[in-house]
């Protein structure tokens, strides 16, 4: 696990950016349309029960998602990470725009398999400083395995709970994550993921 043990930990610390006053696109950008009968179609995603986003439709290397409406890509997105796509709450008001980001590594770390990632990943964000890691029931993001591990941080002086889902696909490792302010409930950021997930479609 050495090997995913840096290379996961490097991009946890990048997916869990805190997003903060980011500003949002306008209606004229290519990443993001109006979609949600599409969305609807989308396959179910395990262990959760939430109405599919009906916002705008994101597009990433391989996959697309829908997401709530109000969130979209920032017009200034953060110098020096690489995210393949990001989208955020611009109607949130409380300091902290929560959002999403995709990152994908490819190829992915040799050897690593989604059993590996369930096992041990917990432990490995843990000893980079996550807190409250809780590794949960593995969920299907349209017809693939992800792992998925439920975490509390602090970047920069600002606290953040994420949920994280890391699938291995056609030798690619894409860390999908869900970066909310601390008052937001974990029932709500199961609907907010879910409502999201639901709609993810791969290419």
Excluded at 58 to 73: A, L, M, N, R
Excluded at 78 to 99: E, Q
Excluded at 127 to 151: F, L, N
Aim: with cysteine; glycine share 8%.
């Amino acid at each position: 696990m050495r090997t995913l043990s840096r290379r996961a930990a490097a991009l946890t610390i990048l997916a869990t950016l805190t997003l903060t006053g980011c500003g949002s696109s306008d209606s004229s950008d290519g990443d993001s349309s109006k979609d949600s009968k599409e969305s609807s179609k989308s396959s179910e995603t395990r262990g959760f029960d939430a109405e599919p986003a009906d916002g705008g439709r994101i597009k990433g290397t391989d996959y697309t998602y829908s997401v709530p409406k109000g969130w979209e890509v920032p017009k200034n997105k953060p110098a020096g990470f690489d995210f393949d796509s990001l989208a955020v709450d611009s109607t949130d008001k409380d300091g902290f725009s929560d959002n999403i980001n995709v990152l994908r590594q490819s190829p992915a770390p040799s050897g690593v398999t989604t059993e590996e990632l369930t096992k041990n990943l917990g432990s490995e964000l843990t000893k980079q400083g996550a807190r409250d890691v809780k590794t949960q029931e593995p969920v299907t993001i349209d017809g693939e395995s992800a792992t998925h591990i439920s975490m509390s941080q602090e970047l920069n002086g600002n606290k953040n709970l994420t949920e994280q889902y890391y699938v291995l696909r056609k030798g690619a490792l894409y860390v999908v994550t869900f970066s909310h302010s601390t008052s937001v409930t974990e029932a709500d950021r199961d609907e907010v993921a879910g409502s999201v997930l639901t709609t993810w479609k791969w290419s």
